[in-house]
């Protein structure tokens, strides 16, 4: 039997600092002091900073692309658990590499959030209902990529920050509307500030928005313990495809790419897109397949893409 965590040896939960990241590591704790029924403080919640962080804060107009590459928010906090700092991670999925750093395992998520994009304005409803020529604020390329493929007038303005910034940058006229994950808003219960999630089919989300994995040591028994009650397999299922199709393509945060995969039944259903950075051209696919099916999927559609893309299809610079 594993020795439970308690006041004198808690499980440190390593999270990034901000306010998005801490609510997940505190839905996190929660989930675990319920599934066993543990006392709050048998966890401590660790904050970590991150390159990502600190560069954000310095360049807080850059893109995200031109201030670091893969990895940018997970590998400090990586290291931490490497170093006994902390015990287990909480991470957004969507920021991490499709690669494994060694020695740690990433096999607990927990029930999925919403996986919309928000659109977030204070005049307008829609992207449709935007005006000729509007100002949009994303720095999330592949949002650039998709709004620019239907929508080629709008202006788009570099927007980062958290909610609170993006909606003063709005309320201060520097652009007409925004867009985040609608998942974030709701684990901050601010789901009002935004005009309403966008339909899939309008704005496919990107590969594993909204879902939150918890990353341990192999060799650490007691954290393995812990998590496996709090597991959700039907996430792992369509997060396997998702990222088979991310990992296949080589995507990163530097590329266009969207994918969602949905469960029905004992059958899964996947759907990816590729776009060229400026929105010019857009390519998109479907598969139908058994649930456990998910990783061949992913890979296949990926590379069925790639195919009608040809070289170059990612090159803008
Ligand atoms: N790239 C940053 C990031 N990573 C995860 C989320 C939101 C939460 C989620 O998708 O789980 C966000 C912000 C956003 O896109 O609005």
Same mark, same amino acid.
């Given at each position: 039997?594993?020795?439970?965590?308690?006041?004198?040896?808690?499980?440190?939960?390593?999270?990034?600092?901000?306010?998005?990241?801490?609510?997940?590591?505190?839905?996190? +704790?929660?989930?675990?002091?319920?599934?066993?029924?543990l006392p709050e403080d048998a966890f401590e919640v660790v904050v970590i900073k991150t390159t990502g962080d600190d560069?954000?804060?310095?360049?807080?107009?850059?893109?995200?692309?031109?201030?670091?590459?893969?990895?940018?928010?997970?590998?400090?906090?990586?290291?931490?658990?490497?170093?006994?700092?902390?015990?287990?991670?909480?991470?957004?999925?969507?920021?991490?590499?499709?690669?494994?750093?060694?020695?740690?395992?990433?096999?607990?998520?927990?029930?999925?959030?919403?996986?919309?994009?928000?659109?977030?304005?204070?005049?307008?409803?829609?992207?449709?209902?935007?005006?000729?020529?509007?100002?949009?604020?994303?720095?999330?390329?592949?949002? +650039?990529?998709?709004?620019?493929?239907?929508?080629?007038?709008?202006?788009?303005?570099?927007?980062?920050?958290?909610?609170?910034?993006?909606?003063?940058?709005?309320?201060?006229?520097?652009?007409?509307?925004?867009?985040?994950?609608?998942?974030?808003?709701?684990?901050?219960?601010?789901?009002?500030?935004?005009?309403?999630?966008?339909?899939?089919?309008?704005?496919?989300?990107?590969v594993a928005q909204g879902a939150i994995g918890i990353e341990r040591r192999m060799a650490d028994a007691r954290a393995?313990?812990?998590?496996?009650?709090?597991?959700?397999?039907?996430?792992?299922?369509?997060?396997?495809?998702?990222?088979?199709?991310?990992?296949?393509?080589?995507?990163?945060?530097?590329?266009?790419?969207?994918?969602?995969?949905?469960?029905?039944?004992?059958?899964?259903?996947?759907?990816?897109?590729?776009?060229?950075?400026?929105?010019?051209?857009?390519?998109?696919?479907?598969?139908?397949?058994?649930?456990?099916?998910?990783?061949?999927?992913?890979?296949?559609?990926?590379?069925?893409?790639?195919?009608?893309?040809?070289?170059?299809?990612?090159?803008?610079?």
């Amino acid at each position: 039997m594993t020795q439970m965590p308690d006041a004198k040896s808690p499980l440190k939960i390593g999270t990034r600092g901000s306010p998005l990241a801490l609510a997940q590591a505190y839905e996190t +704790r929660d989930r675990l002091m319920a599934a066993h029924g543990l006392p709050e403080d048998a966890f401590e919640v660790v904050v970590i900073k991150t390159t990502g962080d600190d560069r954000a804060m310095i360049a807080a107009d850059k893109p995200l692309k031109e201030i670091g590459n893969k990895g940018l928010f997970t590998k400090e906090i990586e290291e931490a658990m490497v170093d006994g700092r902390i015990d287990i991670a909480v991470h957004s999925m969507k920021d991490m590499p499709t690669e494994q750093p060694e020695g740690l395992v990433l096999d607990c998520y927990l029930p999925r959030e919403d996986v919309r994009d928000a659109f977030v304005s204070l005049e307008y409803d829609s992207i449709m209902a935007l005006p000729e020529g509007a100002t949009v604020g994303t720095s999330s390329l592949r949002r +650039r990529a998709q709004l620019a493929h239907v929508r080629p007038d709008l202006k788009l303005v570099e927007f980062r920050g958290n909610v609170q910034t993006r909606l003063k940058k709005l309320a201060d006229g520097v652009a007409a509307a925004s867009f985040l994950a609608y998942a974030g808003l709701r684990r901050l219960g601010m789901e009002d500030s935004a005009r309403g999630p966008i339909a899939p089919e309008e704005m496919l989300p990107a590969v594993a928005q909204g879902a939150i994995g918890i990353e341990r040591r192999m060799a650490d028994a007691r954290a393995e313990a812990l998590l496996a009650p709090i597991h959700d397999l039907v996430t792992e299922q369509r997060l396997l495809a998702e990222r088979a199709f991310l990992a296949t393509l080589d995507g990163s945060c530097e590329t266009p790419i969207a994918g969602l995969a949905l469960i029905e039944g004992d059958r899964l259903w996947l759907r990816g897109q590729i776009l060229r950075p400026d929105g010019s051209e857009a390519l998109a696919g479907e598969r139908w397949g058994n649930i456990d099916e998910g990783a061949a999927m992913g890979e296949h559609l990926a590379r069925d893409l790639l195919s009608q893309a040809g070289e170059g299809f990612f090159d803008w610079r």
